[in-house]
T-cell receptor, first 112, second 117 residues
Framework: DSGVTQTPKHLITATGQRVTLRCSPRSGDLSVYWYQQSLDQGLQFLIQ???????AKGNILERFSAQQFPDLHSELNLSSLELGDSALYFC???????????FGNGTRLTVT | AQTVTQSQPEMSVQEAETVTLSCTYD???????LFWYKQPPSRQMILVIRQEAYKQQNATENRFSVNFQKAAKSFSLKISDSQLGDAAMYFCAYRHYSGGGADGLTFGKGTHLIIQP
């Protein structure tokens, strides 16, 4: 068990809808990262938060947004969903730059 | 931008044998970390081993060890005494650091490791 909790495990929704994925980092970890894993694109970095502030942005679409709350949990919001957004979304957390990233079990999103 | 290349999409090894997975990366930085992550069919991402770039000694974790060649920008993973439970996708990853505390992992495309009983 990595200590990173992601909910829900599975999500099935229709095109055009909006969903929210939730992540609770390991106790004490201030950094949260979101990754998207799809068959054709591999593991893509979306966004990083550190202690409530956005620190880095990767290949995140404008339809996607995220935030990290004072209790350090994070949410990834995906809107105007398209079929191509179907993927496994991972959250990871890290204590500092010298600590590895620990991943949650992911949320499997299926857009129909 | 940093890139990570895993040139072996798939590898197969007999149980109890040794296998080496290749990884090369491209960077102009001198301070970084390298990782190998394992993703079994359950789809979890499990940390296997990590290497600090400033350390010349190769990291070892039980049956897993790395061959880190900094000048060649090479970071291979050796699995000794392969077991059926080692069957998984293996991802090489480079951790990069930017200003203001920004950092993250860049992953290779992965190597699918098959263990033959």
């Amino acid at each position: 068990d990595s200590g990173v909790t992601q909910t829900p495990k599975h999500l099935i929704t229709a095109t055009g809808q909006r969903v929210t994925l939730r992540c609770s980092p390991r106790s004490g970890d201030l950094s949260v990262y979101w990754y998207q894993q799809s068959l054709d694109q591999g593991l893509q970095f979306l966004i990083q938060y550190y202690n409530g502030e956005e620190r880095a942005k990767g290949n995140i679409l404008e339809r996607f947004s995220a935030q990290q709350f004072p209790d350090l949990h994070s949410e990834l919001n995906l809107s105007s969903l398209e079929l191509g957004d179907s993927a496994l979304y991972f959250c990871a957390s890290s204590a500092d730059r010298n600590s590895p990233l620990h991943f949650g079990n992911g949320t499997r999103l299926t857009v129909t | 931008a940093q890139t990570v290349t895993q040139s072996q999409p798939e590898m197969s090894v007999q149980e109890a044998e040794t296998v080496t997975l290749s990884c090369t990366y491209d960077t102009s930085e001198s301070d970084y970390y390298l990782f190998w992550y394992k993703q079994p069919p359950s789809r979890q991402m499990i940390l296997v081993i990590r290497q600090e770039a400033y350390k010349q000694q190769n990291a070892t974790e039980n049956r897993f060890s790395v061959n880190f060649q900094k000048a060649a920008k090479s970071f291979s993973l050796k699995i000794s005494d392969s077991q059926l439970g080692d069957a998984a996708m293996y991802f090489c990853a480079y951790r990069h650091y930017s200003g203001g505390g920004a950092d993250g992992l860049t992953f290779g495309k992965g190597t699918h490791l098959i263990i033959q009983p």
